[in-house]
Every structure is written in structure tokens, then in C-alpha cells.
């Protein structure tokens, strides 16, 4: 990866890199060229992204890239575990299912869970943190106690306790896991936004007669997002491994979902003699957390050079 | 001191004082030959000094330009404390016939600080902020004494704090530097710099973060320090009446280059453009012009 | 136009209490230029955050155009009312292009036409269109204190207050921005404060100043006097003495 990565034609680098951009748009991309091309320069970031965005094709093209179906299994008696070969790539499992096939649905799942909770999480903590910081006083004692107490939980066991009042089930199972997640989102948040806060642009807004309403959403969220992003990136894998463990405790997606975790659950009773069953999906549960590992750390770099250093 | 304390700043040469050496009949302190910082950075090469060359006896030397000027570059370079991207290259880069290019890191380390020494624009962010004043002195003197005990760094910080004028050393020893003022503050960092008995001070912007009555205070003490030591001094400033006020020679530098050098005094003869610009375009109490000349700055000096 | 009276500010209270500005009192004529001089910590700059709202007023009455103005301030004292900020640097948001940054006020005040309304603005400081798309990391010091006049004049107000706007800046850039002021002051008939702690400065852009020092008034001087060393107090002829810049002279007589 050393030396300059494929450069487009000069006249676009040279439109994207301009000191005198013409519009809003030229300048956004310019901005967004050059975070692109620090990005890019990161050989494990790129990775990480790679691996990110082949999870997201598998799991929009599944159906057509799964060779059987994932939850109609083949006949009992003859395909039970059968070890990998070229008919099962990864073999199949104790219902004569393709394990692959499982797989590449499951990829679906674990990347609805993802991208629900980072969904809900992202602006619950966004929106506690930079209204806290920025207000201050009992808005921020009471905001941030109620963090605190949510922080305090670890995050398996809270989840387990909502997933068992609400019922289990995948939904459920995001509820929770994003119902966990916000807190330390809005620690960060509150911490940048305490920065910003007293800061001359922010009293430049204020002299103008901006509201609070105004300033938070125009103005301090936007330099929180980017070390929020990081910070979510970083957990995904932590969220994976999450949804992956209540699977695997029966409480997250129910049969016959093919989901990773529940996979390694039931993979886990042939472990001795069939261990494909149980490695396969948690070398996918394993790749897909390093991938998101990676593009955080990578976009750390990019976004937040302060943290990185 | 002086014999001429009714005329405006003096000129060193004329000075009585046996320690100081003449800066032209010895080997000078430092020579800088075509001295070269660049920094090679992800959108292109910078080339923050370009080619500058001087020599330093034991003397008060300022070096003025605007920022991106490269001046304090220069100072960091001669003490080695570019910061990682940056390169340096001279024809000649020597302290006291050592030449820094080549030295080992070893010696870099025992000159540095030792026989050469920097004070920074902040005494904020170059003080530790959670030793005492007095313990960060006594460690500055043995390092660089290392044989010397407890008491005698303690007796050394003590006179060294008394010699910037501190009203109660014995109170400022104890003190942490987010409990004494910003003048306090330099003052306690120039003790600490020169308790080592430096040959070489190199000052960038020493005074800039304070307010002028203090600033002149310090200004006044490091003046009396460097020529009771006979120290060579760089004044690193962008106040150029400051410097020329202060100085016995001053390098005006633009873009990484000296467009001119001048004695201390002889300001109003500065025959570059850039200098007559920069001494033009500041507002003085004495009565300045209305609008005031703007600097037009000509492509020719940056060739 | 602005009318200030024993203005007090504290922050603070018990042990940590810290009086900013004690009884200080200032009349400024519209038109006119005022100066607010002293060191840090003579409590200048807060006068200037007490006239805005953003330093808490402890007592004391202050007015602008005759009338008291509102606590909270309103959105008619911030079109007469502006502020441009010392530090370049941290004045402008660092993701907002130019275009964004001088949209916001209009976008605030319910103003149309900011399209032309931005080009003019950038005009009047002295910047080219090419500038408007622009991000403060690709402007300097000087474009970006220009950016930054451009945002307080864009309301069209006609009292504005300056916090050094020059001392973060070169020499000559400086230069280039005090006669951008002083000409902006003369075209649209401006009333300014101007806070600083260089003597040249205020002596150059103002007619009339008040020199402050631990959050008290010293004295009330003009520009002429001070050029002409005919000042009353010992501590305004100090700061003038130490304007014209180091002298060995004076070494002297403090050394012996």
C-alpha cells in the first residue's frame, strides 16, 4: 500500500483538491476527497472496510448468492453433518441444512441488528450528551445520572433482563442491545460538547441571536458526530458479539433463523467430532468484528486525529 | 554596567565586561551555513527555512519575521527539536566547533540543556504541571550535574530564582506554576533554562504570552543574565521594534530566508522593501499615518 | 448610543468570588470610536461580554440607542449589537464553509435574499466570491478575521464591538484589518468598542478610551493625550513607556 494509491484523472483530483471551491457540493466532496485519501492510506482501515462492505453484499444478495435454502434442510438419514466438500462448501449442520447457505442468510440478520441499533443508539446518546453538555446544570446532573445508571449494568446481563420481560425474539433483541448501547455515546458526547461550549464560534451563534435548539443541532453536533462515529464503529463488534451471545443463550433470533450466534449454540453439541458446525459461524462472527475493529480504528485516524494520538 | 546610560540601546562592542569575547576575534559560538528545514508532509513538501546562514558570538542576535517566516524553525533546528516530519540539512550547523549534524545523540542530549538551552513563548504549557518550581530547577541542574547533591541543586535553584527577581524565592521554590502569574511563570522557566550556566540562550518569543509592563520586566532580567554570563542570545520575536530595541543584531526573515540584516539602531536605515514595510505599517503612539501603509509583498523575495 | 453605568460583574461567589468590573462607567456617542484599555485580567474584555449578555451583570444599568437593553437580549439587540472576537482561530466554526458561516445569522433573522446578500458581504471586507465556498482551514489569519467582520456586519448593526481583533495577527495584516475598520466605521457611520491592550492600536482607531486595570477604571483619556504624554495617572504613563519598546535606559535606572 505504500506510494499513492490510484490516483483519478488530474482535473478531477485537481477539481476535488481546489483551494477555490464553486458551490457547497465542491467543497463538501473536496473535504470528503482528502478524509478518503488519509483513509485510504491505511492498509488495515482498508481492510476493515473491505470486509465491511462484503458483509453488506452478502447480505443484499443473498438469496441469490446461497446455493439451498437456509431453513429447509435436505433429507435427515444421508446430508446430517456432513463434513465440508464441494457439494457443502462448509458443510451442513444436525438438520441437513447447507451451512453456508446459513450463513450467508444469517449475514442479513447480523447486519439488521447493526445497523438497527446503531440507529437508535447513535441519536439517543448524541442528543443526551449535547444537550446535557451544553445546558448544564440539573439538565446535565439528572441526564447524566440516568447515563450512569444505565452505565452501570454490564451490558450482557441488562440486555438479558429486558429480552426476558419483553420476550425473546431478534427484535427484541435490538431493543435491548440498543437500550445498552447509548450510554457511553452520550458520555462522549457531553465531554466534546464541553469543549465546544465556551468556544468563540459558539458565542458568535449566540450573538446572533441563535437559540439553544439552533446551536446544539447546528453546531455542536456536528463536531460530535465524527468521534461518536468512531466510537460506534468500535462497538459494532462489540454489538455483534452481543446479539451473537443472547443467540447463543436461546434469548436473540429463534430457530430456525439462521442466525450466527444461535449456529454456534447448536453447533456446540458436535463439537467434538463435527466442529465445523460451531467453528464456521464463529470465524464469521470472529472477521465481521474485526472488520468493524479495523474501520473504526481506521476512521479514528481520519475523523479524530486528537484520539488517535 | 553600560557607560553610555544616557543614549539610547547600546551596542555590545562597546562594553566593558571581561567575560564577554568579542565575537569576531574568537571562533564563533554558532555557525549556521545554509541551514534547510523542510517537512514533508501528505500535500507536499513545506520548505519552512531555506538556506540561512549566520554566525553567533557571544551576543545578543534576534531573528524577526511574520509568522510562517521560519524563525523559530531556525531555533528549533539548532537545538534539534524539529518536530518529526521535518528534515534538516546544513552545510554547516556547529556549536562551539561541535557539529550538531553529526554529533551522537548522547552529546546532542548533554549540550542540550546543558551548554544550550531554550525558553518558550508559554511558561503554561512548558512547565510540569505537577512538580513544584523548585523541584523542576534542581532537576534541570542535575541532569546536567549529576555528581551534585541534593543540597547544592537546592542552594543553586534558590540563587537561581533570587537572580530573576523573584521577591521570595524561598516561597516560589515550593510553588506549582499554576500558582504564580504568567510573568512568575517565564521568570521561574529562565531560571531553570540558564541554572546550567548556559553558553547559548535561544528565547523564542519569550514575552509575547505577557503583558507588556511584565514583559519588559522580563526582558530586563534575561538582558542582565545574558550579559553578566556573557552568553550568546537568540531573540526570536515578531515584534521587530522589540527586538531591534533589544538586540545587537537583527536577521529579518521572510519566507524562510533573510531578506536583511541589520545593527541594533540603525532600524530607520533598513534599505529592504520588507522591513521598511513592516516597520511602516505598524500604528505608533508617535503618530502614525491614516490609513495605514499595507505591506505589498513581491514574489522576487520569496525567489 | 451606548450608555454604560457602574457596571459590576461578579462571578463567583464565597471564597471563589472574583469581581470582574467594579463601577465602571462608559458613554459612547454614535459615530464615535471608543477604546478599552489594560492587561489581562483589568476586566476589558468582560465589559464587552456584559454588553452582550454572555458575562453576568451584577449591577449597574447599560443602554444602547437610549434604551435599556432586554435581559435575555433579543433578537432586535443582536441586529444592533456585534461582536468580532480576538482569536481568529476559534471564531469561525471549523466545518462550516464561509458561505455557511455568513449564512447563519440571516438564517437566524428570517432574511431573504442571502444569496447576494453573502457575495456583498464578502465584498465589503475586502474578500473575493472565490472565497465563499471556502473552509477556515484554507483561509489565514487575516481572511479569516475578515470572514469574521463579514459575519458581524452582515446584520448591518450599528454598534459593534471588537475584542483585539488584531492582536492574533501579523503586523501587516493587522494593518490591512484596522484600515478595513476604520473605513467600514466611516462608509456606514459604525459606533465601535474596541478592547485591546496596545496603546498604538487603540490610539490609532479611536478618539477617546478608558484605561482599566484590575476591573476598575483608571482613567478617561484621549488618543491626543496619550500621544502627547499628557496623561494623568502613573499607570497609563507606564503602559506607554512600555510600548515604545525595550530601552537599556531604563534597564539602567531599574537595575541601580
Not at chain 2, 529562565?190 to 540562550?201: C, G, R
Not at chain 2, 531591534?244 to 529579518?252: A, G, I, K
Not at chain 3, 443582536?78 to 482569536?87: E, G, I, K, L, P
Amino acid at each position: 500500500m505504500a506510494g499513492s494509491p490510484a490516483l483519478p484523472p488530474r482535473s478531477l483530483n485537481d477539481w476535488l483538491l481546489t483551494n477555490e471551491p464553486a458551490s457547497r457540493t465542491q467543497a463538501r466532496l473536496g473535504r470528503a476527497y482528502l478524509n478518503w485519501r488519509a483513509f485510504s492510506r491505511n492498509p488495515l482501515a482498508m481492510v476493515g472496510l473491505f470486509i465491511v462492505l462484503a458483509l453488506v453484499v452478502v447480505a443484499l444478495l443473498a438469496p441469490w448468492i446461497a446455493p439451498y435454502s437456509p431453513i429447509s434442510g435436505g433429507d435427515l438419514r444421508t446430508q446430517r453433518l456432513l463434513p465440508p466438500s464441494s457439494t457443502y462448501l462448509f458443510g451442513t449442520d444436525d438438520q441437513a441444512r447447507d451451512i453456508l447457505s446459513r450463513l450467508v442468510h444469517g449475514a442479513r440478520i447480523t447486519l439488521f441488528v447493526v445497523a438497527l441499533v446503531s440507529i437508535i443508539a447513535t441519536p439517543i446518546g448524541l442528543l443526551v450528551g449535547t444537550v446535557a453538555g451544553y445546558m448544564g446544570g440539573w439538565v446535565d446532573a439528572v441526564l447524566m445520572r440516568i447515563t450512569d445508571v444505565f452505565l452501570a449494568f454490564p451490558r450482557l446481563v441488562l440486555a438479558l433482563a429486558f429480552v426476558a420481560a419483553l420476550g425473546p425474539g431478534i427484535e427484541n433483541a435490538v431493543i435491548a442491545i440498543a437500550i445498552t448501547a447509548w450510554p457511553p455515546y452520550a458520555r462522549i458526547a457531553r465531554a466534546e460538547t464541553l469543549t465546544i461550549r465556551n468556544s468563540d464560534f459558539i458565542a458568535a451563534v449566540k450573538l446572533q441571536g441563535g437559540s439553544t435548539a439552533r446551536i446544539i443541532w447546528g453546531h455542536v453536533v456536528p463536531l460530535c458526530l465524527s468521534s461518536v462515529i468512531v466510537r460506534v464503529t468500535l462497538d459494532m463488534a462489540g454489538i455483534i458479539l452481543t446479539a451473537a451471545g443472547l443467540g447463543f443463550l436461546g434469548l436473540g433470533a429463534q430457530p430456525p433463523t439462521p442466525e450466527w450466534g444461535a449456529m454456534v449454540a447448536t453447533g456446540r453439541n458436535y463439537l467434538i467430532d463435527q466442529w465445523w458446525v460451531a467453528a464456521v459461524p464463529g470465524l464469521a462472527i470472529c472477521i465481521v468484528s474485526l472488520g468493524f475493529n479495523l474501520l473504526g480504528d481506521g476512521l479514528r485516524d481520519v475523523l479524530d486525529p486528537k484520539a488517535a494520538r | 554596567m553600560d557607560k553610555n546610560a544616557d543614549s539610547m540601546p547600546t551596542t555590545i562592542g562597546e562594553a566593558p565586561s571581561s567575560i564577554r569575547h568579542s565575537p569576531l576575534t574568537t571562533r564563533p559560538l554558532l555557525e549556521v551555513e545554509d541551514l534547510h528545514v523542510r517537512f514533508h508532509l501528505r500535500t507536499g513538501t513545506v520548505h519552512a527555512v531555506r538556506g540561512l546562514s549566520f554566525a553567533l558570538g557571544r551576543e545578543r542576535l534576534g531573528i524577526v519575521g511574520e509568522s510562517g517566516s521560519g524563525k523559530s524553525q531556525t531555533g528549533r533546528a539548532i537545538l534539534g527539536l524539529t518536530p518529526p516530519p521535518g528534515e534538516v540539512t546544513a552545510k554547516r550547523l556547529a556549536f562551539d566547533g561541535i557539529d550538531l549534524l553529526t554529533a551522537s545523540r548522547r552529546q546532542l542530549r548533554e549540550l542540550r540543556g546543558g551548554r544550550m538551552t531554550m525558553v518558550m513563548q508559554d511558561p503554561k504549557f512548558s512547565l510540569n504541571p505537577v512538580m513544584t518550581i523548585g523541584d523542576q530547577i534542581m532537576e534541570a541542574y542535575r541532569a546536567h550535574a549529576p555528581r551534585a547533591g541534593r543540597g547544592e541543586a537546592r542552594d543553586k535553584s534558590l540563587a537561581m530564582l533570587e537572580a530573576v527577581k523573584m521577591r521570595d524565592p524561598g516561597r516560589v521554590f515550593a510553588l506549582y506554576p499554576h500558582e504564580v502569574s504568567g510573568g512568575m511563570g517565564q521568570r521561574a522557566m529562565i531560571a531553570m533554562m540558564l541554572v546550567t550556566d548556559p553558553d547559548l540562550l535561544i528565547a523564542d518569543e519569550p514575552t509575547s504570552a505577557l503583558d507588556v509592563t511584565v514583559s519588559m520586566e522580563v526582558l530586563r532580567i534575561l538582558d542582565e543574565l545574558v550579559s553578566e554570563r556573557g552568553m550568546g542570545l537568540i531573540l526570536i520575536s515578531h515584534d521587530l521594534k522589540l527586538v531591534s530595541s533589544f538586540c545587537d543584531r537583527v536577521l529579518v526573515m521572510y519566507a524562510g530566508r533573510v531578506m536583511e540584516e541589520l545593527r541594533a539602531g540603525a532600524l530607520h536605515q533598513a534599505q529592504h522593501p520588507y522591513t521598511q514595510g513592516l516597520m511602516r505599517c505598524l500604528p505608533t503612539l508617535q503618530g502614525d499615518l491614516n490609513p495605514l501603509p499595507t505591506l505589498t509583498r513581491d514574489p522576487a523575495w520569496t525567489l | 448610543m451606548l450608555d454604560i453605568s457602574n457596571l459590576h460583574v461578579v462571578y463567583g461567589t464565597g471564597r471563589l468570588r472574583v469581581d470582574a468590573v467594579k463601577d465602571v462607567s462608559v458613554r459612547v456617542a454614535p459615530g464615535e470610536a471608543y477604546g478599552l484599555v489594560g492587561e489581562s485580567g483589568s476586566g476589558k474584555s468582560t465589559v464587552l461580554r456584559a454588553i452582550t449578555g454572555l458575562a453576568p451583570v451584577a449591577g449597574g444599568t447599560i443602554a444602547v440607542g437610549g434604551q435599556p437593553v432586554p435581559s435575555p437580549r433579543n433578537k432586535a439587540f443582536y441586529r444592533t449589537v456585534q461582536m468580532v472576537f480576538q482569536d481568529p482561530y476559534g471564531s469561525l466554526h471549523p466545518r462550516h464553509t464561509v458561505d455557511q458561516t455568513l449564512a447563519e445569522p440571516l438564517a437566524i433573522h428570517g432574511e431573504r435574499d442571502a444569496e447576494n446578500r453573502i457575495v456583498a458581504a464578502l465584498r465589503e471586507v475586502g474578500l473575493a466570491p472565490s472565497f465563499r465556498f471556502r473552509y477556515p482551514h484554507q483561509l489565514s489569519g487575516g481572511q479569516r478575521q475578515r470572514v469574521a467582520i463579514a459575519r458581524a456586519m452582515i446584520l448591518r448593526p450599528k454598534v459593534l464591538l471588537l475584542d483585539e481583533p488584531t492582536s492574533a495577527l501579523d503586523a501587516s495584516v493587522q494593518a490591512e484589518i484596522l484600515n478595513l475598520l476604520d473605513q467600514l466605521r466611516r462608509d456606514l457611520g459604525l459606533t465601535y468598542v474596541l478592547v485591546s491592550h496596545d496603546l498604538a492600536v487603540v490610539a490609532h482607531l479611536c478618539d477617546r478610551l478608558l484605561v482599566m486595570q484590575h476591573g476598575a477604571a483608571v482613567e478617561e483619556t484621549t488618543a491626543a493625550a496619550l500621544r502627547s504624554g499628557q496623561v494623568g495617572s502613573p499607570y497609563t504613563r507606564s503602559l506607554i513607556e512600555a510600548s515604545r519598546g525595550f530601552t537599556r535606559v531604563s534597564a539602567m535606572q531599574n537595575a541601580g
